[in-house]
C-alpha cells in the first residue's frame, strides 16, 4: 500500500476552518483517498473520500491536488467534538483493507 | 447509516481467560469483516481480514492460534483471544465493509479487555 505523511498534529480554534494536509506522492492511479478520524475511546469514523476531483458531504471537503500527490481535508467550522485523531489513507478501488498511519491529532481551543 | 455493533465494551478477567468479542453488521451484509487492535497512543493496527465462509487472513506476526476468528455469517465476526495474558490487554476494534466497490468502512466502537 502507498503511504501517506501527515503532520502529528495540529491546533485550531473553534468555529474557524481548519485545512488538514495529507501528502501521497507514490499513490497510484487506482488509489482512492480516504479520510477517518478517531475521537477517543472509540472507533475510527468515515469522513470523507476521492479520486481525482475535490469532494464535499456534510462532514467535510476534500481538496485533491491536481497531480494527486497530496490533498487537504476541510472543516468549514471546527467544534470542541471534532477534536480527534484524523488519518489520511490510500485504498485500491476493490482494495479491502485499510492500513492506518500515525494520524494527525486536532486539538481545538475554545 | 450503516452501523457494527461490537459486544462487549470493555471486560476484565483473570490470565488464562479465553475471551469471545462479537462484531455485527446491523443493516447491512458484510463477505468482508476487518479486526484491529490498539495499544494507548498509538494508532490501529490491522490483525486479520475475516472472510464469510471461509479461513480468516492473519496479518505477519499475529498468531492465528492466539487470536481465533470465526464469520459463520454474514452479519456475523468473533475474535477469541485464546488464553489471555496481560500482554494482550488493549483495544481491539473491528470494521466492516458494504459490498460493493469502493465502499467505506465502518468500524465498531471497540472493545477494551483488561488481562489481570
Known amino acids: 500500500d502507498a503511504k501517506t505523511t501527515q503532520p502529528n498534529s495540529m491546533e485550531s480554534n473553534e468555529e474557524e476552518p481548519v485545512h488538514l494536509p495529507c501528502n501521497h506522492s507514490?499513490?497510484?492511479?487506482?488509489?482512492?483517498i480516504h479520510w477517518y478520524r478517531q475521537l477517543p475511546s472509540q472507533g475510527p469514523e468515515y469522513v470523507i473520500h476521492?479520486?481525482?476531483s475535490n469532494v464535499n458531504n456534510r462532514m467535510a471537503s476534500l481538496a485533491i491536488a491536481e497531480d494527486r500527490k497530496s490533498s487537504t481535508l476541510i472543516l468549514h467550522r471546527a467544534t470542541l467534538r471534532d477534536a480527534a485523531v484524523y488519518y489520511c489513507?490510500?485504498?485500491?478501488?476493490?482494495?479491502?483493507?485499510?492500513?492506518f498511519g500515525a494520524g494527525t491529532i486536532l486539538r481545538v481551543k475554545s | 447509516g450503516a452501523v457494527v455493533s461490537q459486544h462487549p465494551s470493555w471486560v476484565i478477567c483473570k490470565s488464562g481467560t479465553s475471551v469471545k468479542i462479537e462484531c455485527r453488521s446491523l443493516?447491512?451484509?458484510?463477505?468482508?469483516m476487518f479486526w484491529y487492535r490498539q495499544f494507548p497512543k498509538q494508532s490501529l493496527m490491522l490483525m486479520a481480514t475475516s472472510n464469510e465462509g471461509s479461513k480468516a487472513t492473519y496479518e505477519q506476526g499475529v498468531e492465528k492460534d492466539k487470536f481465533l476468528i470465526n464469520h459463520a455469517s454474514l452479519t456475523l465476526s468473533t475474535l477469541t483471544v485464546t488464553s489471555a495474558h496481560p500482554e494482550d490487554s488493549s483495544f481491539y476494534i473491528c470494521?466492516?465493509?458494504?459490498?460493493?466497490?469502493?465502499?467505506?468502512?465502518?468500524f465498531g466502537d471497540g472493545t477494551r479487555l483488561s488481562i489481570l
Open positions: 489513507i490510500l485504498r485500491d478501488r476493490y482494495g479491502n483493507k485499510l492500513v
Open positions: 507514490t499513490i497510484s492511479g487506482t488509489d482512492y
Open positions: 476521492g479520486l481525482t
Open positions: 470494521s466492516a465493509r458494504d459490498r460493493g466497490a469502493n465502499q467505506p468502512q465502518h
Open positions: 443493516d447491512f451484509q458484510a463477505t468482508t
